[in-house]
């Protein structure tokens, strides 16, 4: 069964640091959420794409993070400078019909 | 925009005893409503959904209840097992062009054995 890949699993960086994260999505999908999940909180939504498009970042703070896919196939999202309080799980998903998400396994990142 | 609150924040039941957790929402738009389970260190596993032209739907031990009047929605699992102790996570959006989901807080269940 396809699945949407992430990498790094995990992200340790001191503050001020620039850090990336990349998003694989399953085949076919032309929907790609970046979310960022606080422990012990539910997923919020970061930036959304249809394919290479942003379709909502809203929600992003864009002094410091931002996002691409390019190609419209995966993504990346990085964050410049890190900032203590972006500790957090960043989970990407995926979906092709217009509903379910199918998530990737997070990337955790620790800044000190 | 959308507000989901969940409840309880932790639920802890015997194994075999049945756990419902509970979430509202506030925009009379949303008509897509899943269930994600995540299990620690894992990714959030899509366990059950529901739209809102149905009001019950039903997976073997899970199952999911919408009232559009009052916004409500819950997920039920019945004869719990050690394996369903995970959090699980509520979340309402509204199909079209943006397909959002905006998530519950989640609920810590734990089945004691």
């Known amino acids: 069964e396809a699945e949407v890949a992430q990498s790094p699993r995990y992200k340790i960086t001191e503050k001020s640091q620039a850090v990336a994260f990349w998003c694989d999505p399953i085949?076919?999908?032309?929907?790609l959420y970046w979310y960022r999940q606080i422990l012990g909180q539910g997923p919020e939504l970061l930036v959304q794409f249809q394919d290479e498009s942003v379709v909502d970042d809203s929600q992003l703070p864009k002094d410091r993070f931002s996002a691409e896919r390019l190609k419209g196939v995966d993504s990346t999202l990085k964050i410049q400078p890190a900032e203590l309080g972006d500790s957090a799980m960043y989970l990407c998903a995926s979906s092709l019909l217009i509903d379910t998400q199918y998530f990737g396994p997070g990337t955790r990142l620790t800044v000190l | 925009g959308e507000n989901v609150e969940q409840h309880p924040s932790t639920l802890s039941v015997q194994e075999g005893d049945s756990a419902v957790i509970k979430c509202t929402y506030s925009?009379?738009?949303?008509?897509?409503f899943p269930w994600y389970k995540q299990e620690l260190g894992k990714r959030p596993q899509l366990i059950i959904d529901?739209?809102?032209?149905?009001g019950e739907k039903k997976d073997q031990r899970i199952a999911v209840t919408l009232n559009k009047t009052a916004k409500h929605f819950s997920l039920h699992i019945t004869e719990t097992q050690p394996e369903d102790s995970a959090v699980y996570f509520c979340?309402?959006?509204?199909?079209?062009?943006?397909?959002?989901?905006?998530f519950g807080s989640g609920t810590q269940l734990t089945v004691l054995p």
């Open positions: 085949s076919g999908h032309a929907t």
């Open positions: 979340a309402a959006g509204s199909s079209g062009s943006a397909r959002q989901l905006t």
């Open positions: 529901i739209r809102s032209n149905v």
């Open positions: 925009d009379s738009a949303s008509n897509y």
